[in-house]
């Protein structure tokens, strides 16, 4: 990345030699090589002459998003090799889940990207809906909320983005607004789920439970509030020439080497290359709201930056109409008919604030035999899912996220792995940083946005 092409980086990832016609014909062709961690850094810094170091940044460095390690060759101040180390975060996430009913794994995938958990439940549970089946069958409510929570959950997990990227540029001003408009979302989840972050709110066949009392409303103050402050935010960093002077042309990777790395997100739309799945591929009624796909073409740090601002405005278009929707469905069902695979929805809690309430009490044990019957099996066993499997990706703040799901039969997953979009992009680190300034390393990872939490699982 030494040398330019119209004032960009030149690529990285160069064709092969010359004379290789064979190479030429297929395109460029990348090597992906792989060794033991231990032996790639034992090996790092060997035959390295007295003006190149070996650094190490992390795991414990408040720039690296986390627990991600990077070990950079420096020439100066030069990158000439970046490598990332992950792992720190594993928490045996999939391994877990095998072990739990199709239900009970919602409450382990929510906390893998801890950033955007109705992301990680939805892809989850739309993969198990497959399996079942019932995908036509989850009710229009249930519907419209999980199209609401994910993106209210896009905009507070691309505030965090812009926030903790703009800490790390030394705009400490870009990070205390970012996390004071996020503490409106996360106010938002926690009256309709209970909970702030890790909700395990939308469930196979629906969601956990209808929307409480004056939850519209306050979400028609939040987007009134949105509209705003985001515009305020917007104009703060665009007029800060040193904002602007950090990301552009910083991170550059265009659309070939996207393509190549598999990354997606706005990394990939920074390209210019408009591929969102809730356009492309569609699910939870995504095409039959009105939106716009956000693209930029520098193929920068500066264009992620942007496109997340613009997702956010294009967020709060949904948001407006999920909320129009809803107030026509007052009283509408959450969770599908289908009693066996239905968990009870409105668990009440009692007037302790712990347990169920009297009235659910008095339902399931003295009104209803069937309604005891599948209370007892669902929590107790869980029910069956037909033998099978299925991928559904959803269209996370970081890119395709997915769930591949399968199915021996039984009352628990005989395996689910989960397509992280930050472990995918996170790829791009080395292509983005060697050849640029060890500077430029904090605001390539940045524009990533990787979350440790996915990467690892």
Same mark, same amino acid.
């Given at each position: 990345?030494?040398?330019?092409?119209?004032?960009?980086?030149?690529?990285?990832?160069?064709?092969?030699?010359?004379?290789?016609?064979?190479?030429?014909?297929?395109?460029?062709?990348?090597?992906?090589?792989?060794?033991?961690?231990?032996?790639?850094?034992?090996?790092?810094?060997?035959?390295?002459?007295?003006?190149?170091?070996?650094?190490?940044?992390?795991?414990?460095?408040?720039?690296?998003?986390?627990?991600?390690?990077?070990?950079?060759?420096?020439?100066?101040?030069? =990158?000439?090799?970046?490598?990332?180390?992950?792992?720190?975060?594993?928490?045996?996430?999939?391994?877990?889940?095998?072990?739990?009913?199709?239900?009970?794994?919602?409450?382990?995938?929510?906390?893998?990207?801890?950033? $955007?958990?109705?992301?990680?439940?939805?892809?989850?549970?739309?993969?198990?809906?497959?399996?079942?089946?019932?995908?036509?069958?989850?009710?229009?409510?249930?519907?419209?909320?999980?199209?609401?929570?994910?993106?209210?959950?896009?905009?507070?997990?691309?505030?965090?983005?812009?926030?903790?990227?703009?800490?790390?540029?030394?705009?400490?001003?870009?990070?205390?607004?970012?996390?004071?408009?996020?503490?409106?979302?996360?106010?938002?989840?926690?009256?309709?789920?209970?909970?702030?972050?890790?909700?395990?709110?939308?469930?196979?066949?629906?969601?956990?439970?209808?929307?409480?009392?004056? $939850?519209?409303?306050?979400?028609?103050?939040?987007?009134?509030?949105?509209?705003?402050?985001?515009?305020?935010?917007?104009?703060?960093?665009?007029?800060?020439?040193?904002?602007?002077?950090?990301?552009?042309?910083?991170?550059?990777?265009?659309?070939?080497?996207?393509?190549?790395?598999?990354?997606?997100?706005? =990394?990939?739309?920074?390209?210019?290359?408009?591929? !969102?799945?809730?356009?492309?591929?569609?699910?939870?009624?995504?095409?039959?709201?009105?939106?716009?796909?956000?693209?930029?073409?520098?193929?920068?740090?500066?264009?992620?930056?942007?496109?997340?601002?613009?997702?956010?405005?294009?967020?709060?278009?949904?948001?407006?109409?999920?909320?129009?929707?809803?107030?026509?469905?007052?009283?509408?069902?959450?969770?599908?008919?289908?009693?066996?695979?239905?968990?009870?929805?409105?668990?009440?809690?009692? $007037?302790?604030?712990?347990?169920?309430?009297?009235?659910?009490?008095?339902?399931?044990?003295?009104?209803?035999?069937?309604?005891?019957?599948?209370?007892?099996?669902?929590?107790?066993?869980?029910?069956?899912?037909?033998?099978?499997?299925?991928?559904?990706?959803?269209?996370?703040?970081?890119?395709?996220?997915?769930?591949?799901?399968?199915? !021996?039969?039984?009352?628990?997953?005989?395996?689910?792995?989960?397509?992280?979009?930050?472990?995918?992009?996170?790829?791009?680190?080395?292509?983005?940083?060697?050849?640029?300034?060890?500077?430029?390393?904090?605001?390539?990872?940045?524009?990533?946005?990787?979350?440790?939490?996915? =990467?690892?699982?």
């Amino acid at each position: 990345m030494t040398t330019t092409q119209g004032g960009r980086p030149s690529d990285p990832y160069a064709a092969g030699a010359a004379g290789d016609t064979e190479g030429a014909d297929a395109g460029r062709v990348f090597t992906v090589t792989g060794q033991d961690w231990d032996e790639v850094v034992s090996g790092v810094g060997e035959g390295l002459d007295a003006e190149r170091i070996v650094v190490n940044m992390g795991p414990q460095h408040p720039s690296t998003h986390g627990v991600l390690r990077l070990v950079l060759e420096l020439e100066g101040e030069t =990158v000439t090799e970046a490598r990332c180390g992950i792992g720190y975060l594993h928490t045996g996430i999939e391994k877990n889940m095998e072990h739990r009913t199709w239900t009970q794994g919602v409450t382990f995938c929510t906390r893998m990207d801890y950033l $955007s958990p109705f992301f990680n439940e939805a892809t989850y549970v739309l993969g198990v809906e497959r399996l079942l089946d019932i995908e036509h069958d989850v009710p229009e409510k249930a519907q419209v909320m999980r199209v609401l929570l994910m993106e209210l959950n896009r905009i507070s997990s691309h505030l965090v983005a812009i926030a903790t990227g703009g800490m790390e540029l030394g705009a400490l001003t870009v990070m205390t607004i970012g996390f004071r408009e996020r503490e409106q979302v996360l106010d938002l989840f926690e009256l309709i789920t209970g909970l702030r972050m890790n909700h395990a709110f939308i469930r196979p066949g629906g969601v956990a439970q209808d929307l409480p009392d004056g $939850s519209l409303a306050a979400v028609r103050d939040f987007v009134a509030l949105m509209r705003k402050r985001l515009p305020e935010i917007a104009a703060l960093c665009n007029a800060n020439p040193i904002f602007r002077g950090r990301l552009e042309g910083v991170g550059y990777l265009d659309l070939e080497g996207c393509l190549a790395l598999g990354l997606t997100g706005p =990394v990939l739309r920074s390209t210019g290359y408009g591929w !969102d799945l809730r356009k492309t591929q569609p699910y939870c009624g995504y095409e039959t709201y009105d939106f716009d796909v956000q693209t930029w073409d520098t193929a920068d740090s500066y264009g992620r930056f942007r496109i997340r601002m613009n997702e956010m405005f294009e967020s709060l278009r949904i948001v407006e109409q999920c909320v129009a929707r809803l107030e026509g469905l007052e009283g509408a069902p959450v969770m599908v008919a289908d009693k066996k695979i239905a968990w009870p929805s409105q668990l009440s809690i009692g $007037s302790d604030g712990q347990g169920n309430s009297l009235d659910h009490i008095r339902h399931i044990m003295g009104e209803s035999m069937e309604a005891l019957i599948h209370h007892f099996k669902l929590v107790t066993e869980g029910f069956r899912v037909p033998p099978g499997q299925a991928y559904v990706p959803v269209e996370s703040p970081r890119g395709e996220l997915g769930a591949h799901v399968v199915s !021996d039969g039984g009352t628990k997953p005989h395996r689910v792995h989960f397509r992280d979009p930050s472990f995918t992009n996170l790829q791009a680190t080395s292509v983005m940083s060697e050849g640029g300034m060890v500077a430029d390393v904090i605001v390539a990872v940045a524009s990533i946005d990787p979350v440790m939490g996915g =990467v690892d699982r």
